[in-house]
């Protein structure tokens, strides 16, 4: 009797390992058959991006007709994750891209391109210095940026006009900024569209020279400066009612809405959106700098880039890649069709084509004077706390100084 | 050898017949198989895997660090753990005492001789089986400063609140919006509850000339009690597990006013890249979900009654 039971406990816990296995190998993929070509993993949020990363395939073929790479990733927000999972599982791809401001968080991923620089003799002083110290970790390269975005301030040239106001040029300081916001803010419209997050935030900060991070590599969120150019940011709500609180679970898509509709006369943005607004605003639309104490241009600037995953088997033949990727003539061609800001200082000129002088001399203004949005591994839970303080920090629930401490000790750098 | 030999008859004798007793490990092993097999994997594994993820140091790409039961430790100096703690349970009790109110009295009023009573049901139903984000993205444009509610309530010449932006309005924004999400299903289990009551024993009682309140709080409360204590039960284990609400409505903000466990949970493991912590959490809400249901079951010995 104990032996059938103790045969039958066997044979069902033998069914429940094969069981097991059986799932397990139906959840483990097969290796593609290689045919020589490099796998890129990526963000692809919709047809748009997937467009975009053929186009820089297809532009750098024509550098050298024997790349091949393969496109695959998920959506951008799920990319920072998936990745660190894609690297972890069979065939991981060599080929990553990454924003400057993840950087420091994907650094665990990333190989330090410096060697390979040297070995192919790859001359980065041809790119933006910004966007090279945003894609330095602990004092390594490991990525080559494609585009050197400077945030910039677009502005409702009808509605300044409208208000007999002189639309800003490459300089901007924030008392007449304060002032014409002021002059614009009128019953329903706003001088000014705010969304969550802290990357504008930042942006403000970096225009009068004021980083999250200090010298070290460590969170600087309760400094002085920054916590007093974040308060001025919220007063722009609190204190001059210049702009609508953005409420915590709004995404950029509102802000970018009511500047676009001209329901709000300025906001701060990218320039990779420029193309967009101007197809999207039924008005003449200008784009300045981010207003600053001293009214000087000063930029952030976020961008992209190429990296090598750390275990790739050829790193040699992926740095080709890269090289191609990086070209100036798929800059241009990226700039063109894309309306990307170029890492490459010579094919800047591409994103003018089509674009009033004033853009262009504004973009130039702010990348000779550009600093790259660094950030810090835990840069993430900075970002997931700041928008959901930042709601009381707008509403004058809370201060600046109150909001930032309490992140500094969640984060507990 | 004398075993074997009993074995070896006792299959030959149970093969055929089914109804022996050494052969039913067989027959009762086929047909647990698949459940078994889902139960192990899905279940088991997992849980298990992640008691011993909360004992690493764990980030999503690169070597686990074992730590022991530092996370756990880390957890009870982590004032956002209690937050969020609280944050839940005042979420998951006043949810489910509105969400059992509503459905109790939507399924009386629907139990009543009323024309079209499945329409209304059917109506009241419907919430529950629309996708959730689809809800919550609603109510977010609802509840915005310049949406719907705030412009009926302008109308009237009442100033709204920022119904999300506001701490004191947040909370409650998220409840109300769950419970218009899902008492629609208690709705139906109540019902059902209600619909199995003898018609007698309420004849009975309206002839003695009992009133409506009296019939409701003897007869009709008492008899209902095991399908409100299912009801009971199982909203709240679900409430425990909030997140699509305050993640769509609110972040979890402003500051911390609607971030609940499984929100925080979910951020650590997949956006602060802190698979061991996540683990320790997932554990703490397990064991109080756990709790709550242990003293649920232990308080249904004195109102819930199954006699017929």
Same mark, same amino acid.
């Given at each position: ?82 990745? !660190? ?96 916001? !002021? ?214 629930? !809370? ?15 | ?27 009762? #092993? ?37 730590? @022991? ?120 289990? #109540?019902?059902?509850? #209600? ?13 003695? @000339? ?42 979890? @903000? ?55």
């Amino acid at each position: 009797m104990n032996t059938n039971r103790r045969t039958a406990a066997r044979a069902g816990a033998a069914l429940a390992v094969v069981g097991v296995m059986t799932a397990l190998a139906g959840c483990a993929s097969s290796a593609p058959a290689s045919d020589g070509s490099l796998d890129m993993y990526t963000w692809v949020s919709s047809e748009s991006d997937r467009a975009q990363w053929e186009s820089f395939v297809s532009l750098a073929q024509k550098e050298d007709p024997n790349l091949k790479i393969s496109i695959d990733g998920p959506s951008f927000a799920d990319y920072w994750t998936k990745v !660190k999972t894609r690297l972890s599982g069979n065939n991981p791809p060599c080929l990553l891209t990454t924003q400057a401001a993840r950087a420091q968080e994907l650094s665990g991923l990333l190989m330090p391109l410096d060697d390979l620089i040297e070995k192919h003799d790859f001359d980065t002083s041809e790119f933006d210095e910004s966007m090279l110290q945003g894609m330095t970790v602990d004092g390594t390269i490991r990525a080559i940026p494609y585009d050197a975005e400077p945030v910039v301030l677009y502005y409702n040239a009808d509605l300044f006009a409208a208000a007999g106001l002189t639309p800003p040029g490459v300089e901007y300081t924030r008392e007449q900024f304060i002032a014409d916001a !002021k002059a614009l803010t009128t019953g329903e419209q706003k001088g000014l569209a705010i969304s969550t997050g802290i990357f504008i935030p930042n942006a403000w900060t970096l225009a009068d020279g004021v980083a999250a991070v200090d010298d070290d590599g460590g969170l600087a969120l309760t400094e002085p400066d920054f916590v007093d150019q974040v308060q001025q940011f919220f007063d722009l709500v609190g204190a001059h009612g210049v702009a609508e609180a953005p409420e915590a679970a709004d995404g950029s898509d509102v802000s970018q809405a009511a500047f676009t509709s001209g329901k709000a006369a300025m906001l701060i943005e990218g320039p990779w959106m420029y193309g967009t607004f101007d197809e999207a605003a039924d008005f003449t639309m200008g784009i300045s700098i981010v207003p600053s104490t001293s009214g000087e241009a000063a930029a952030m600037t976020a961008g992209s880039g190429f990296g090598i995953a750390q275990n790739c088997d050829d790193p040699d033949a992926a740095f080709e890649a890269i090289t191609h990727l990086t070209a100036t003539p798929v800059l241009e061609g990226q700039a063109e069709t894309r309306g990307i800001v170029p890492s490459r200082a010579e094919a800047v000129p591409a994103w003018s084509n089509g674009k009033s002088p004033e853009a262009a001399e504004v973009v130039d203004a702010l990348l000779g004077n550009a600093t790259a949005q660094i950030t810090t591994p835990t840069w993430n839970q900075v970002e997931t706390l700041f928008t959901q303080y930042a709601v009381e920090g707008f509403r004058g629930d !809370k201060t600046a100084e109150e909001i930032l401490q309490t992140i500094a000790n969640s984060v507990g750098e | 050898m004398a075993s074997i030999t009993n074995v070896g008859a006792a299959r030959r004798v149970a093969a055929p017949t089914g109804g022996g007793k050494k052969g039913q490990g067989w027959v009762a #092993l086929a047909y647990l198989w698949p459940g078994l097999t889902g139960f192990v994997v899905f279940i088991v594994v997992p849980l298990v895997g992640s008691l011993v993820i909360s004992l690493f140091e764990w980030p999503l790409f690169g070597s686990p660090t074992f730590i @022991g039961v530092a996370n756990y430790e880390k957890l009870f100096g982590d004032p956002t753990f209690y937050t969020v703690l609280f944050n839940t349970v005042v979420f998951a009790f006043v949810y489910t005492a509105l969400n059992l109110a509503l459905a109790l009295g939507i399924a009386l009023w629907l139990n009543t001789r009323l024309r079209f009573a499945g329409f209304w049901r059917v109506i009241f139903f419907l919430p529950a089986i629309t996708p959730m984000v689809a809800n919550a993205l609603i109510w977010r444009l609802l509840l915005s400063q310049d949406g719907l509610v705030n412009s009926l309530l302008g109308g009237a010449g009442v100033e709204g609140p920022s119904w999300l932006s506001d701490s004191q309005f947040a909370l409650a924004s998220v409840i109300a919006m769950s419970v218009w999400q899902s008492f629609g299903y208690n709705v139906i289990v #109540l019902s059902a509850g #209600l619909g199995a009551i003898p018609k007698e024993i309420l004849e009975a009682s309206r002839m003695d @000339g009992t009133t409506a309140w009296t019939r409701l709080r003897h007869i009709i409360l008492p008899m209902l009690s095991p399908a409100l204590f299912f009801t009971m039960t199982m909203t709240m284990i679900g409430a425990f597990q909030v997140f699509v609400q305050p993640q769509i409505l609110t972040q979890g @903000g402003p500051g911390e006013a609607t971030n609940t466990f499984v929100l925080y949970l979910y951020r650590n493991g997949f956006v602060f890249d802190r698979l061991g912590y996540a683990s320790a959490l997932a554990w703490m809400l397990f064991l109080v979900v756990m709790l709550i249901t242990a003293l649920q079951f232990a308080g249904q010995r004195r109102w819930v009654n199954y006699d017929k």
